[in-house]
């Protein structure tokens, strides 16, 4: 299937968007892709060829793309969509790959509000894809393979509209496993599977660095256990700030969750019951790891 996007802004060339350019090059024969980003993560994106030009106004960058990928922090994508959306051609896709998507596909909806014939479109996006490390020199073409990508709207939407259909072909075709569902929906479960993680290893980052003393342990006596479960503790506040901000409400709720866990976790600790949070865990593994 011939692709329909023959110039694709990438507007943000750090570790997703970098990583979706490497990807999507070799499925968009003849395309140009063009990045806007900071002048110093733009060199480096056009030396590792993650895009064939860097633009350092986004007007710039937007002129003639068919396909526009914001990869940039939640705040900074709301702050953005009303210039993308002044600035990009009409008909030209715009979709973006910010981790929550209520605030997001709310802000989009205003800046996208024309539904005459020929309008740019919005599709809302996360790939469920990252790594601990952040920036352009991270990014690698396989990182959305075999990972799941929430679209929000419904798989309908890419046999009405031939953009959207061409995007599905190239998701599927760098190995995305596509998931479509409403922004709620995505907010309330990416908070349990994906932002509550990253705050659990933050707080048992925080009990093992208190916990540690002038000799170094406990810290020194770990092993893999512990570096695997910390590797999300790795990932930078920057990256966090408006993920949590934006997903506040769910957020609570799963710590609520957790705290309750942990307070069962505590009084089973000399019975048997232990035995059967130990199964529902061994369980919920064993699911995880058949997705992959």
């Known amino acids: 299937m011939p692709s329909p996007f023959t110039r694709v802004a990438v507007v943000g060339t750090g570790l997703i968007g970098g990583s979706f350019a490497l990807a999507a090059r070799p499925h968009l024969p003849g395309a140009r892709l063009v990045g806007w980003d900071k002048p110093e993560v733009l060199k480096s994106a056009c030396a590792r060829g993650v895009v064939d030009e860097g633009c350092a106004e986004l007007a710039d960058a937007l002129t003639g793309a068919d396909l526009v990928y914001v990869a940039l922090p939640v705040g900074l994508t709301i702050e953005r969509l009303r210039e993308i959306a002044r600035h990009v051609a009409p008909g030209a896709?715009?979709?973006?790959?910010?981790?929550?998507?209520?605030?997001?596909?709310?802000?989009?909806?205003?800046?996208?509000?024309?539904?005459?014939?020929?309008?740019?479109?919005?599709?809302?996006?996360?790939?469920?894809?990252?790594?601990?490390?952040?920036?352009?020199?991270?990014?690698?073409?396989?990182?959305?393979?075999?990972?799941?990508?929430?679209?929000?709207?419904?798989?309908?939407?890419?046999?009405?509209?031939?953009?959207?259909?061409?995007?599905?072909?190239?998701?599927?075709?760098?190995?995305?496993?596509?998931?479509?569902?409403?922004?709620?929906?995505?907010?309330?479960?990416?908070?349990?599977?994906?932002?509550?993680?990253?705050?659990?290893?933050?707080?048992?980052?925080?009990?093992?660095?208190?916990?540690?003393?002038?000799?170094?342990?406990?810290?020194?006596?770990?092993?893999?256990?512990?570096?695997?479960?910390?590797?999300?503790?790795?990932?930078?506040?920057?990256?966090?700030?408006?993920?949590?901000?934006?997903?506040?409400?769910?957020?609570?709720?799963?710590?609520?969750?957790?705290?309750?866990?942990?307070?069962?976790l505590r009084r089973h600790l000399r019975g048997r019951e232990l035995e059967d949070e130990f199964a529902v865990a061994n369980e919920v593994y064993k699911i995880l790891r058949d997705l992959q």
Request: charged share 20%; with cysteine.
């Open 93 to 264: 896709l715009v979709t973006d790959a910010a981790s929550t998507k209520r605030a997001v596909c709310a802000a989009a909806g205003k800046a996208f509000s024309g539904s005459y014939e020929g309008a740019a479109r919005f599709l809302g996006g996360h790939p469920m894809a990252g790594k601990e490390d952040s920036g352009v020199d991270a990014a690698e073409a396989t990182l959305f393979r075999g990972a799941q990508y929430a679209l929000i709207g419904t798989a309908s939407d890419g046999d009405s509209d031939p953009r959207v259909a061409g995007f599905v072909e190239l998701l599927k075709a760098i190995g995305a496993r596509l998931v479509w569902m409403d922004a709620a929906t995505h907010d309330r479960a990416a908070a349990l599977v994906s932002h509550l993680p990253q705050l659990v290893a933050v707080a048992l980052a925080g009990v093992v660095h208190e916990a540690t003393d002038q000799t170094g342990l406990p810290l020194t006596l770990a092993g893999r256990g512990l570096r695997d479960a910390l590797r999300l503790a790795g990932s930078p506040y920057a990256v966090w700030r408006d993920i949590v901000l934006t997903n506040a409400d769910h957020l609570e709720t799963g710590l609520d969750r957790l705290a309750q866990a942990i307070d069962d």
